[in-house]
């Protein structure tokens, strides 16, 4: 790869950047241009600079992962959606991402609400799982129904 046209930052300036910006495990990197609302959890500490990508630091993996789910239910969706600019490319300004609303309940429910959208998560990312267990559930139902529906007192 020729890198020898491509604009470089001074050492200097990547240091800044990266002490301002550096990327620790459980941070969450929030896409803020183009596609924007994509997000992605780190999973371990990453040395590089980042641009056009907002950086949401927890340093704590419960938060992280309840933030995660939260940021792409229809609620944090539609204040994405609400308060994005430009045409083409579209944006979200840091300032929006600042202002961002959030609900965050106590540990506790917070724990019990990852546990259940990350099986949930979990069941319909992996057919292996989700598929066999469907048709379990759907195998039970009919048969509970069949019983209910075929169990009848004739009439005498």
Known sequence: MN?????LISEEDYSAINKR???DKDDILFSMIGTVGEIAVAEEPVNYAIKNVGLIKTRDNLLSS???????????QKYIFDNMKGTAPKYLSLTSL????????????MSRIVEVL?????????????????????????????????TFKSAE
């Open 21 to 23: 910006s550096k990327v």
């Open 98 to 109: 600042r202002n961002f609303p959030v609900v965050v309940p106590e540990r506790l429910v």
């Open 3 to 7: 890198l020898s046209s491509a604009y």
């Open 66 to 76: 309840y933030l995660k789910h939260y940021l792409k239910s229809s609620k944090a």
């Open 118 to 150: 990350d099986n949930f998560d979990a069941i319909c990312s992996d057919l292996k799982i989700g598929l066999p267990a469907e048709i379990e559930a759907r195998t039970k139902q009919y048969e509970y129904y069949r019983d209910k529906l075929l």
